[in-house]
């Protein structure tokens, strides 16, 4: 497939110019550990710490120069030797025949051993684009991007994305600035209304009143605990595990001398006052009570939280514990 074979050739080229802008931009210490070349893409791993915003963009930019300032391409073949004493870049993992190797030079950007199909000149490889960089492991660094018909393809897309987000921002002409100061708007806007949700929720947790409390012991040690079964909160389980936790640490404060159990509906906390029980740890305290009571939780010391398999809605379903 000639499309295909032109694709693969534009991102190995690709490939040698990002390699090349790596180690101007980072450092000669940059080490190839990898790569991968598709018609669509590539991938390239390297030994390097994180690259900031401005090193990608400096990355991008010496690519796309190299591209678009229409660089011939040769092959040449000589002795290991004489390719190290050019400067020519080898990956060390590889194993080379001393007396004759195949490099790929670019003059005055890149010079590789390398066997592979490339372009007879960089123009093709514009534009090229970085669409990720990430950590892959410790000390190794990955970037996936796109250069050719590929890389255009893929700018045009997000350029479509662009559009569909400016028409569901409201946002006239797509404008960039506009979007953000939009998008910065609505995540204002957001924020301020969980911060009310959250004083809402905090009031809701201290005014619940129980519609039964069951008073029993749990653990080895038989430390009194107080069960508060709450009426059922239509707002979800999200919401219940947040006004049990408050709850729980409401009647911790004004009644430190009891382990308080909180239930609404499957949400369950613990919470413990330590000062006033010593040793008793409310995380121990919901493992007990999971035992008794299907379920998964955990926490610390002082509150711990779970989610039971079954709904409690009455005093009935906790009085055996």
């Not at 404060?253 to 040793?279: K, T």
Request: glycine share 10%; net charge positive.
């Amino acid at each position: 497939d000639g499309a295909k074979r032109l694709g693969c050739a534009v991102h190995h080229t690709a490939t040698h110019l990002l390699n090349a802008a790596l180690r101007k931009t980072v450092g000669s210490a940059v080490v190839q550990a990898g790569s991968l070349v598709q018609a669509g893409g590539l991938r390239f791993d390297f030994s390097s710490r994180a690259l900031t915003a401005e090193q990608l963009r400096t990355v991008e930019a010496l690519v796309n120069r190299a591209a678009l300032d229409n660089i011939e391409i040769s092959t040449l073949c000589m002795s290991l030797d004489e390719a190290r004493e050019r400067g020519a870049v080898a990956m060390f993992t590889e194993k080379y025949d001393a007396a004759s190797v195949r490099v790929v030079d670019m003059p005055g950007v890149s010079m590789e051993l390398c066997g592979g199909t490339h372009l007879r000149s960089t123009r093709a490889v514009y534009p090229f684009h970085i669409k990720a960089e990430g950590s892959i492991g410790a000390g190794t660094r990955r970037i996936e991007a796109v250069a050719g018909v590929a890389g255009a393809a893929w700018l045009q897309q997000q350029l479509e994305y662009g559009r569909a987000t400016a028409q569901t921002l409201g946002v006239a002409g797509g404008k960039l600035s506009a979007m953000n100061a939009k998008a910065q708007m609505l995540m204002d806007k957001n924020k301020a209304l969980r911060d009310e949700a959250d004083t809402w929720m905090c009031a809701a947790s201290i005014n619940a009143e129980a519609i039964a409390t069951h008073t029993t012991a749990l653990g080895a040690s038989g430390v009194p605990a107080t069960i508060h079964v709450l009426g059922e909160f239509v707002a979800g389980e999200s919401s219940s595990a947040r006004v049990v936790a408050g709850r729980a640490c409401h009647l911790r404060d004004i009644q430190p001398a009891s382990v308080h159990v909180v239930i609404q509906g499957r949400a369950v906390a613990v919470a413990v006052n330590a000062e006033r029980l010593p040793g008793v740890v409310a995380a121990e305290m919901l493992a007990c009570l999971l035992k008794k009571i299907p379920g998964k939780g955990g926490g610390q010391a002082a509150l711990a939280q779970g989610m039971l398999k079954t709904a409690v809605a009455e005093l009935a379903q906790v009085v055996h514990l």
